[in-house]
């Protein structure tokens, strides 16, 4: 008589790939991180703790650790991440025309858009149901950045109403041509639109200057190639 075979041993439980220790702030960055990737692919709603949490190799629970708001705050640091990263790029080379140097701002920024679509296509839109009074408090806080580095980059201290109309008009443009570029599969290159843009301030500035002494005096000394 054959003796029976041995019972198979049980298979080993399957471990979650990619998890380590790791020191508390290290962690928290690392959430952020991953967060911010699944958010800039994918419009905000779209994205679960569960999700950040499997790609982060993590657990729900330990996100949870870190982000006791849970998804919202979650969202909130990964979008304050985003905003700093974002505001980084505003700073204006110190070589080349304003009109070079304004363009290599614009160039930055549109690879910020790239690399953040659609996360950056449900934050301009608004509309998100993760969105709220702190969210939207981030992104002026962006926007105010932009205008003072603009306005910084034209060499001007205190604007007056009519320039800093100009210069607020002019990032609504901008951002409006990032989403129609983006809508539209990035179907113009980018250097054609950073060349668009440039001229739209230009036009802008030159309209501004008809009734305004400040974005005049701008045009005729501090950016002479915008004055063209």
Request: aromatic share 6%.
């Amino acid at each position: 008589m054959e003796a029976s075979p041995a019972p198979a041993a049980p298979e080993p439980r399957p471990r979650r790939t990619g998890y380590r220790r790791l020191p508390v702030q290290q962690r928290r960055e690392q959430l952020i991180a991953v967060a911010l990737e699944l958010f800039a692919s994918r419009p905000p709603e779209e994205v679960s703790l569960d999700d950040v949490a499997e790609a982060a190799g993590a657990s729900r629970p330990l996100v949870y650790r870190y982000f006791a708001g849970g998804k919202q705050q979650l969202y909130e640091a990964a979008l304050r991440s985003a905003a700093d990263e974002l505001t980084g790029r505003f700073a204006v080379p110190v070589s080349g025309t304003p009109s070079e140097q304004l363009s290599a701002v614009l160039e930055r920024y549109f690879a910020f858009v790239a690399e953040h679509d659609a996360g950056y296509s449900a934050l301009l839109r608004g509309g998100s149901v993760v969105e709220t009074a702190r969210t939207s408090a981030i992104v002026d806080d962006v926007r105010r950045a932009a205008l003072r580095r603009t306005l910084r980059h034209l060499g001007v201290r205190e604007a007056g109403p009519r320039l800093t109309l100009l210069v607020r008009s002019w990032i609504a443009v901008v951002e409006g041509a990032s989403l129609s570029w983006l809508d539209e599969g990035r179907a113009l290159p980018v250097a054609e639109l950073l060349d668009w843009l440039v001229d739209q301030f230009t036009a802008m500035a030159a309209a501004t200057a008809l009734h305004d002494p400040q974005t005049a005096e701008v045009l005729a000394g501090g950016s002479p190639d915008l004055a063209c």
